[in-house]
Nanobody
């Protein structure tokens, strides 16, 4: 069974940085894509960033995070990262890791990110 475990969330001041980690229980090469989604209270879940699992690992970002967030992967560790810089209060949400294999998709349990002074 595929498991995705996120870590790295927390409380940070505006302008600060956090790095989220998603560790998969199986080889990340098994997935077509891995990515991060977020859901703020009262809002729909939205895609934050996605990366393909095969080299060279193409990426895609939500417009709202371009230039501030960077998604990367370490296939040797079956791990995907989301480096978040210049955080804003609007980035406050539960961030969830997602992995897709063809029509199947898997989710982590989510990690809370709160940006507040």
């Amino acid at each position: 069974q595929v498991q995705l475990v996120e870590s790295g969330g927390g409380l940070v001041q505006p302008g600060g940085s956090l790095r989220l980690t998603c560790a998969a229980s199986v080889s990340s090469f098994s997935f077509n894509t891995m990515g991060w989604y977020r859901q703020a209270p009262g809002k729909e879940r939205e895609l934050v960033a996605v990366i393909t699992s095969r080299s060279p690992g193409s990426t895609n970002y939500a417009d709202s995070v371009k230039g501030r967030f960077t998604i990367s992967r370490d296939n040797a560790k079956n791990t995907v990262y989301l480096q978040m810089n210049s955080l804003k209060p609007d980035d406050t949400a539960v961030y969830s890791c997602n992995a897709r294999i063809s029509v199947l998709e898997y989710w982590g349990q989510g990690t809370q990110v709160t940006v507040s002074s």
